[in-house]
């Protein structure tokens, strides 16, 4: 597609579940970002992908958070025995490379509301 | 450490009146400064970008910023407010040697009144 596309765009669980968001970045981009936007916040890093590997985890809260890459394209962020604290925006990026100049393209996110 | 301080978190302009939107930052290295853009049910979108070249950066839709290391600023200015630049506009760092590693500021709501 021309952008980046994220599914699904809202998703509702209850507390404890477990919860996969799907990013499917531009076509080509090797580097691939997650950020995640709480309600009325700037969006804070979670965790960068150069190819399949992630290479900066720093930002994930804590081990019920994990994402993956398998084959260097598509990414699924992945959250166990979800909490109410977890409800927020989930954000995907790409860039063509790793950059060093701040330009990422972002995709219009999922929303995750935990009840 | 780096950071980014937005001193406001709405601003409410007239159609056609100036827009500023004022930022502050924080950096132990020369700083890399963005504003992103963020529209209702749509991805957050590069507005502009200072990357140590000039210092008054020129974006799209007329949109402008001026870093100014001296009080450690990089105000968004505009000179004519247009209906269409309601939004969340957000100041951004970008961590030394890690363009990608992002460290966005809590935003400013622009409204535009006609």
């Known amino acids: 597609g021309a952008g980046v596309s994220q599914t699904p765009s809202n998703k509702v669980t209850e507390k404890g579940k477990y919860v996969e968001l799907r990013c499917d970045p531009i076509s080509g981009h090797t580097a691939l970002y997650w950020y995640r936007q709480s309600l009325g916040q700037g969006p804070e890093f979670l965790i960068y992908?150069?190819?399949?590997?992630?290479?900066?985890d720093s930002g994930l809260p804590n081990d019920r958070f994990f994402a993956v890459r398998p084959e260097g394209s598509v990414s699924t962020l992945k959250i166990q025995r979800t909490e109410r604290g977890d409800s927020a925006v989930y954000l995907c990026?790409?860039?063509?490379?790793?950059?060093?100049?701040?330009?990422?393209?972002f995709g219009e996110g999922s929303r995750l509301t935990v009840l | 450490a780096q950071s980014v301080t937005q001193l406001d978190s709405h601003v409410s302009v007239s159609e056609g009146t100036p827009v500023l939107l004022r930022c502050n930052y924080s950096?132990?290295?020369?700083?890399?400064l963005f504003w992103y853009v963020q529209h209702p049910n749509k991805g957050l979108q590069l507005l502009l970008k200072y990357t140590s070249a000039a210092t008054l950066v020129k974006g799209i839709n007329g949109f402008e910023a001026e870093f100014k290391k001296s009080e450690t600023s990089f105000h968004l200015t505009k000179p004519s407010a247009h209906m269409s630049d309601a939004a969340e506009y957000f100041c951004v760092v970008s961590r030394y040697n890690q363009g990608g590693k992002l460290i966005f500021g809590q935003g400013t709501e622009l409204s535009v009144k006609p």
């Open positions: 990026a790409s860039s063509p490379r790793a950059t060093n100049t701040g330009e990422l393209f």
């Open positions: 950096s132990s290295y020369s700083p890399s």
């Open positions: 992908f150069q190819g399949t590997g992630a290479a900066d």
